[in-house]
């Protein structure tokens, strides 16, 4: 069963503190994307990435950065956690061409 | 700005009470409309894509259809298990970005 796959369902973090949120797709999709979901605020793009070692600036990009190392994974980071990046943090990914995504579980992060 | 809406934002139903959602769209150049299902702490499951007006798409209770402006997801006879969070969202916003309505929180009671 193909999937994509977050780390952690929960986290817990301090202010300040750098937080790493990984996610890996075993589809071999081109495109990844990192979402936060804010409930009346819907589904809003931190970052994507359409190819190894590329990034693009979503909508959202302020206090987080990614990383793409190899096609599989994607990594965001928090580089100083604040409390207003509570939230639920979903990857997805797709192949070029195609807008339909797969999604990961997500991971509930509380910063405190 | 392209636009995506749904209504209502919450839909309660009994059991078997049929009903529709919908999702209207303001974009250029419509690329396709994906509708997901979000189950609560979760990640968003995908449904349907649809191309093109008229175009229909079904599976087990839902149907989802599509005109010029919106589409409707419809339910058929909804059970307990049909409840979760209803997305739909378009391509917009630049290469491979899609952006995504708020949803509807369908509750489906026994």
């Known amino acids: 069963d193909v999937k994509v796959t977050q780390s952690s369902r929960y986290l817990v973090k301090r202010t300040g503190e750098k937080v790493f949120l990984e996610c890996v797709q075993d589809?071999?999709?081109?495109?990844m994307f990192w979402y936060r979901q804010d409930p009346g605020l819907g589904l809003r793009l931190i970052y994507f990435s359409y190819d190894v070692k590329m990034k693009e600036k979503g909508d959202i990009p302020e206090g987080y950065s990614v990383s793409r190392e190899k096609k599989e994974r994607f990594s965001l980071i928090l580089e100083s956690a604040s409390t207003n990046q509570t939230s639920m943090y979903l990857c997805?990914?797709?192949?070029?061409?195609?807008?339909?995504?797969?999604f990961g579980s997500g991971t509930r992060l509380t910063v405190v | 700005e392209d636009q995506v809406t749904q209504s209502p934002e919450a839909l309660r139903l009994q059991e078997g009470e049929s009903s529709s959602l919908n999702c209207s769209y303001t974009?250029?150049?419509?690329?396709?409309l994906f509708w997901y299902r979000q189950d609560p702490g979760k990640g968003p499951e995908f449904l349907f894509t649809l191309y093109s007006a008229g175009e229909e798409k079904e599976k087990e209770r839902l149907k989802a259809t599509l005109t010029k402006k919106e589409s409707f997801l419809h339910i058929t006879a909804p059970k307990p298990e049909d409840s979760a969070t209803y997305l739909c969202a378009v391509p917009s916003g630049g290469y491979q970005k899609v952006t995504f309505g708020t949803g509807t929180k369908l509750q489906v009671i026994p």
């Open positions: 997805a990914s797709s192949f070029s061409g195609n807008y339909g995504y797969t």
């Open positions: 974009v250029s150049g419509l690329r396709g």
């Open positions: 589809m071999d999709h081109e495109n």
